[in-house]
């Protein structure tokens, strides 16, 4: 405060010496008077130069109040906080060791797993994938998982999107000799409550049967074969821990089909919905992993070609498996992109029982029913008797244009199932696919 | 997301399964800068991408003054040719709703076409047959406004509003703590207030009007229209919307960088409260 000269000084310094005062004085609720905090904000300013001071000059005070009371906590040691992010990194770095026990082999070891960088440039250039350094972790879980299970063969199948996590899906061959664990433990089960039931009815005066026959399940396909054809593992991110997923029942299929639900990202959630699915989160997901595999695996005509042709053409059972054809050329790439018969399904369409192969059901009704009603049913069971066939193993996808879509209320205009397109790669030419 | 960014934020991003190639990366980044100087805007954004049947568009968003209100959308079939999107009117919303339906085509130019049978009210009971026609370029137009209306967000506190109503980026906001980018409440909505603020003095008693001034997405219905994660070995917090499938908005935590993008192919989740 500068000192005025004259006789007004004195009056002039009484008067800005009250004034001081008043900025001195302690506030009653926090122990900060106005005249420290304005030399404070000051020198902030001095100090940082910012841009358009004025305008932000609210905000500069709201801080220089906030840094006092870090200032008192201090005193308390920080506890080092293990973030979500640092345990997640410990887990990930396992990833990029590997197990010392491995001799390296002079000859060249086939390598189970595809070339993951070389799949995730091209994906690149058809505008999906997940990053670089994603795909890098990712391909290292795969071979983590494949050394874990010793499986014969394993890809990445893709990515499944959840509310609060997502699941990363590998998709693997069985190992020769596994049986499905779970249908034999179900069957253990069944036989179990089987000799309680009975002796239950016996006790109990026998109440009016029912004559209402539940639905009987479709049996699942075996594993190896259908939609159980390959074992599908998923993991939260690159670095955890690989889950099986449980085979998958026709019932499943059916219900998922007419269903429409987000993922929560928990394998054992459930799933609430109407018709009611029959299974948790898990069974869910791997439904639909079956579908999304049976409607989309693409290759081009003649890279597979049908096994096991033992000259059966009049077999209306669709072929099971097909091989790679050696006889395979590189089509031109242009003439791969004009017309949609050019690439087949090379996975077994669903039908819509639920399986990829027709199961009759129709059993003989139970001995204790009434006559009447065993006249009728039997003729309503052989009404329903035509096996069911869907399109065959190799049918190109130019016919898949006339098929209802799940979600397609379109009569008139065409389904777009399928967009091609040819990526403006200058050396590499690829197929782009996008199944709406 | 800020054209100035495009390089590390696409990578941000990438987890939600879209990415650009390199050529168009490369594209993008001549083309805006480009699009910047001519229209003189202050700020250009890679707004997103629409997908289509045949073709793709590239939306890119221009910012004047004013954040919030000075907004011009632009878009393009190859990453170097920009068109203005015309502006959206009541009427527009309108036919587009009316008429147009199903995915994308591709074509800018291509009209979608509706017969709309009016019945006349009273003694009249005459069937007139109104045709609607809408060009795709009003559909995208207007399906751009919308997913912004509804879906844009921002951190809080990284734009501030003068006290004269003009929004400009806040320079002193150096993000979100790790706490807080865990929270929905956090996070606002980037458009003109909607709902406002009728919160009791003790949950305001913290907020500051030039901040606060935005909705807050936890007040969305449906609750749980918004998947919260972290992403790139947890560095990185990404908020998809599951009312609008393919925004992802991205923030690291501790640092002033957030951004949005659209990818997907601009059809709403009507779905979505059963899908919850």
Same mark, same amino acid.
């Given at each position: 405060i500068r000192t005025m000269e004259g006789p007004l000084e004195n009056?002039?310094?009484?008067?800005?010496?009250?004034?001081?005062?008043?900025?001195?004085?302690?506030?009653?609720?926090?122990?900060?008077?106005?005249?420290?905090?304005?030399?404070?904000?000051?020198?902030?300013?001095?100090?940082?130069?910012?841009?358009?001071?004025?305008?932000?000059?609210?905000?500069?005070?709201?801080?220089?109040?906030?840094?006092l009371f870090n200032g008192i906590q201090s005193s308390l040691r920080d506890l080092p906080q293990f973030t979500a992010a640092e345990l997640l990194t410990e887990q990930q770095r396992t990833l990029f060791y590997q197990p010392d026990d491995i001799i390296q082999e002079d000859k060249m070891v086939e390598t189970v797993l595809p070339n993951v960088n070389e799949i995730g440039f091209?994906?690149?250039? %058809? !505008?999906?994938?997940? /990053?670089? =350094?994603?795909?890098?972790? @990712?391909?290292?879980? +795969?071979?983590?998982?494949?050394?874990?299970?010793?499986?014969?063969?394993?890809?990445?199948?893709?990515?499944?999107?959840?509310?609060?996590?997502?699941?990363?899906?590998?998709? %693997? !061959?069985?190992?020769? /000799?596994? =049986?499905?664990?779970?249908? @034999?433990?179900?069957? +253990?089960?069944?036989e179990e409550r089987k000799p309680e039931s009975l002796e239950d009815e016996a006790e109990i005066n026998p109440l009016p049967?029912?004559?209402?026959?539940?639905?009987?399940?479709?049996?699942?396909?075996?594993?190896?074969?259908?939609?159980?054809?390959?074992?599908?593992?998923?993991?939260?991110?690159?670095?955890?821990?690989?889950?099986?997923?449980?085979?998958?029942?026709?019932?499943?299929?059916?219900?998922?089909?007419q269903i429409r639900k987000f993922f929560t990202g928990k394998l054992n959630s459930s799933v609430e919905s109407y018709p009611p699915f029959p299974g948790n989160e898990a069974n869910y997901l791997r439904a639909q992993i079956a579908r999304i595999s049976a409607g989309t695996h693409v290759s081009p005509n003649g890279f597979y070609q049908a096994g096991d042709e033992e000259g059966d053409e009049e077999?209306?059972?669709?072929?099971?498996?097909?091989?790679?054809?050696?006889?395979?050329?590189?089509v031109q790439?242009?003439?791969?992109?004009?017309?949609?018969?050019?690439?087949?399904?090379?996975?077994?369409?669903?039908?819509?029982?639920g399986r990829c192969t027709w199961v009759n059901i129709a059993v003989k009704p139970a001995d204790d029913s009434n006559e009447e009603i065993e006249g009728d049913e039997k003729e309503e069971y052989l009404d329903e008797v035509e096996p069911e066939i869907g399109p065959s193993l190799l049918t190109p996808l130019s016919q898949d244009a006339g098929q209802n879509l799940h979600n397609s209320k379109k009569k008139k205009k065409k389904a777009y199932g399928w967009v091609l397109k040819i990526g403006e790669a200058f050396q590499n030419i690829c197929q782009v696919f996008r199944k709406n | 997301?800020?054209?100035?960014?495009?390089?590390?934020?696409?990578?941000?991003?990438?987890?939600?399964?879209?990415?650009?190639?390199?050529?168009?990366?490369?594209?993008?980044?001549?083309?805006?800068?480009?699009?910047?100087?001519?229209?003189?805007?202050?700020?250009?954004?890679?707004?997103?991408?629409?997908l289509g049947i045949k073709q793709?568009?590239?939306?890119?968003?221009?910012?004047?003054?004013?954040?919030?209100?000075?907004?011009?959308?632009?878009?393009?079939?190859?990453?170097?040719?920009?068109?203005?999107?015309?502006?959206?009117?009541?009427?527009?919303?309108?036919?587009?709703?009316?008429?147009?339906?199903?995915?994308?085509?591709?074509?800018?130019?291509?009209?979608?076409?509706?017969?709309?049978?009016?019945?006349?009210?009273?003694?009249?009971?005459?069937?007139?047959?109104?045709?609607?026609?809408?060009?795709?370029?009003?559909?995208l137009a207007v399906t751009v406004h919308h997913i912004d209306e509804d879906v844009s967000v921002v951190p809080r506190g990284a734009f501030i509003r003068s006290p004269l109503g003009l929004v400009h980026i806040n320079r002193s906001f150096d993000g979100l703590s790790e706490s807080e980018a865990r929270k929905l409440d956090s996070f606002l909505h980037f458009r003109a207030v909607k709902k406002g603020n009728k919160k009791s003095?003790?949950?305001?008693?913290?907020?500051?009007?030039?901040?606060?001034?935005l909705d807050v997405l936890s007040d969305d219905t449906p609750k749980g229209s918004w998947s919260l994660q972290f992403e790139c070995a947890s560095r990185v917090c990404v908020l998809r919307s599951l009312l609008w499938l393919g925004l992802t908005f991205y923030h690291v935590p501790m640092t002033p960088q957030h951004g949005y993008i659209y990818i997907g192919n601009g059809l709403k989740n009507l779905d979505l409260p059963f899908m919850l």
């Open positions: 009056r002039g310094n009484t008067e800005a010496a009250n004034f001081k005062a008043l900025l001195m004085k302690d506030s009653t609720k926090s122990k900060r008077n106005l005249y420290d905090h304005l030399t404070q904000l000051l020198t902030k300013v001095m100090d940082e130069h910012t841009n358009n001071v004025v305008d932000v000059i609210e905000e500069i005070s709201h801080d220089v109040k906030r840094d091209y994906l690149e250039q %058809a !505008e999906v994938g997940l /990053g670089r =350094e994603e795909m890098q972790r @990712i391909f290292l879980a +795969l071979k983590n998982l494949v050394d874990s299970e010793q499986l014969p063969r394993c890809r990445l199948w893709g990515k499944i999107f959840g509310i609060e996590s997502n699941y990363i899906v590998a998709e %693997a !061959e069985y190992r020769e /000799g596994e =049986e499905d664990q779970e249908s @034999i433990e179900e069957n +253990l089960v069944e049967q029912s004559i209402y026959k539940s639905h009987l399940d479709v049996p699942k396909e075996a594993i190896g074969t259908g939609a159980n054809k390959f074992a599908y593992y998923v993991c939260k991110e690159p670095g955890l821990p690989w889950i099986k997923l449980p085979t998958v029942s026709p019932a499943q299929i059916t219900i998922a089909r077999d209306d059972i669709p072929h099971d498996s097909c091989e790679v054809n050696p006889n395979f050329e590189d790439a242009s003439l791969m992109v004009e017309s949609l018969s050019s690439w087949v399904h090379h996975v077994q369409h669903i039908l819509q029982q | 997301m800020d054209s100035n960014s495009l390089c590390y934020s696409l990578d941000f991003v990438a987890s939600s399964g879209r990415v650009l190639t390199g050529e168009q990366r490369a594209a993008l980044q001549t083309s805006l800068l480009i699009l910047k100087k001519n229209y003189k805007f202050h700020r250009v954004m890679l707004w997103g991408k629409i793709d568009y590239f939306i890119a968003q221009g910012r004047g003054e004013d954040e919030l209100k000075d907004q011009k959308y632009l878009y393009s079939l190859n990453c170097m040719d920009w068109l203005l999107l015309p502006t959206v009117t009541e009427s527009m919303i309108e036919e587009v709703s009316k008429a147009a339906k199903g995915l994308f085509i591709g074509d800018p130019s291509f009209v979608y076409e509706q017969k709309i049978q009016s019945q006349g009210e009273g003694e009249e009971a005459v069937d007139g047959n109104e045709l609607v026609r809408v060009s795709e370029e009003k559909r003095i003790e949950e305001t008693g913290e907020w500051s009007p030039a901040i606060d001034f």
